[in-house]
């Protein structure tokens, strides 16, 4: 079981001092409207992923007044065969100390393989409208979970990317801008295996969820993998020593890893022309149910969940639907909501109630 037992956040946002032993199944955090709930979700999220999910601003994290923000947590981690860890982040406003077992980190990665995370918020439905930025992260998240050589590779097409652009920008000689290409190019192939191989996988997963929450919907959905160069490319290299004049002119790189996608379409259409905004919100749990359960299945490894304000724009039947399949993963939940009305819904020998309110938790049951 990969689970948090325990949290202290000290002066995040509207949070002094919070420390809460968080159950091992569900634990519901009812409070009102700036009560403080999702700046707990976004303290677990920081110290998981090092970054928030409404800032990139470090000042906007630490309470006000202060000068620092402190968060920590204890962890079971199925990923260090089931060991228990202490992961500490501190942030002030020019620096972030990461701490793992009274150790200091260099890099969030040990911190994001410890304690691997999902979200859900009332943006998460953004995944399908906005760019391709959110649904590569969402791919990447994956991969960087089931394929140790991911990351690596990722951070090696970054800096070639980052030099070839910078060599486009200035308008270098070709020669100077295709020093680039050939590690370019290997590492994007090998990106491209690494995510198709885990859409593959992922499709099922989808397939079953999307049933099971939108029965109304009789096509079966189909992620449609988009490499981030045209399909029809037969070499990768060519394209990129025919593509100087334009790219030059650009200023940065047309084609490549950086630039892939997945479109989502029921049948013929596009999900995001065809699907509700309930549906959307819907079709988005599907996906994080759909990745927890391949992440399960292929690791052995449970994620936690992190829900902030669970109920929003679902009716009755479907938030009950997914209630039951976001129990039956038996992995622990962290869920927000305004109201106490999924109470009666949730299996009480696993869950914990508490309240929040002006950033202060307190247990209910
Ligand atoms: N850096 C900060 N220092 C102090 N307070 C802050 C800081 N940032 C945000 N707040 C305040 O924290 C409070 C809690 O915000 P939060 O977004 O967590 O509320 P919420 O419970 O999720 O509310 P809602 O139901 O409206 O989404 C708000 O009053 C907000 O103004
Ligand atoms: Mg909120």
Request: contains cysteine; hydrophobic residues 40%; charged residues 20%.
């Amino acid at each position: 079981m990969t689970q948090i037992n325990q949290i202290s956040i000290q002066n995040f946002r509207n949070c002094g001092h919070l420390h809460c032993d968080l159950s091992a199944g569900l634990n519901l955090i009812i409070g009102d409207n700036a009560a403080g709930k999702t700046s707990l979700i976004e303290a677990i999220w920081v110290l998981a992923t090092g970054r928030s999910f409404r800032t990139a601003k470090s000042q906007h994290l630490i309470q006000r007044d202060f000068e620092s923000s402190t968060l920590f947590a204890e962890v079971t981690s199925s990923h260090s065969r089931h060991k228990m860890h202490r992961l500490g982040l501190q942030k002030s406003l020019t620096q972030t100390l990461l701490r793992l077992d009274g150790e200091t980190l260099k890099s969030q990665a040990a911190l994001a393989q410890l304690l691997p995370v999902q979200l859900l918020t009332p943006e998460s439905h953004k995944l399908l409208e906005e760019g391709p930025k959110a649904r590569r992260q969402f791919m990447d998240w994956g991969c960087f979970h089931q394929s140790p050589e991911f990351m690596p590779l990722w951070r090696h097409y970054q800096r070639g990317l980052k030099q070839r652009n910078y060599a486009l920008k200035r308008h270098l000689p070709k020669v100077q801008v295709q020093l680039w290409d050939q590690t370019l190019v290997e590492n994007a192939l090998k990106i491209d295996l690494i995510r198709q191989r885990y859409l593959e996988r992922l499709t099922p997963y989808l397939i079953t969820f999307c049933q099971a929450l939108m029965p109304e919907i009789k096509e079966e959905v189909v992620c449609q993998y988009r490499a981030g160069w045209p399909k029809a490319t037969e070499d990768l290299l060519a394209l990129y020593a025919d593509s100087y004049q334009k790219e030059s002119h650009l200023g940065h790189t047309q084609y490549g890893a950086h630039r892939a996608d997945i479109r989502f379409k029921f049948g013929t259409q596009e999900a995001l022309n065809t699907l509700s905004r309930g549906q959307q919100k819907l079709f988005v749990c599907a996906l994080l149910l759909a990745q927890a359960s391949l992440h399960e299945k292929v690791l052995q490894e449970p994620v936690i969940m992190l829900i902030d304000d669970l109920p929003a724009e679902l009716d009755e039947t479907h938030r009950r639907k997914l209630l039951e399949l976001l129990q039956i993963l038996n992995i622990q939940h962290v869920i927000t909501s305004t109201s106490a009305s999924l109470i009666p819904i949730l299996n009480p020998e696993t869950t914990r109630v508490w309240t929040i309110d002006s950033g202060q938790l307190s247990l209910q049951s």
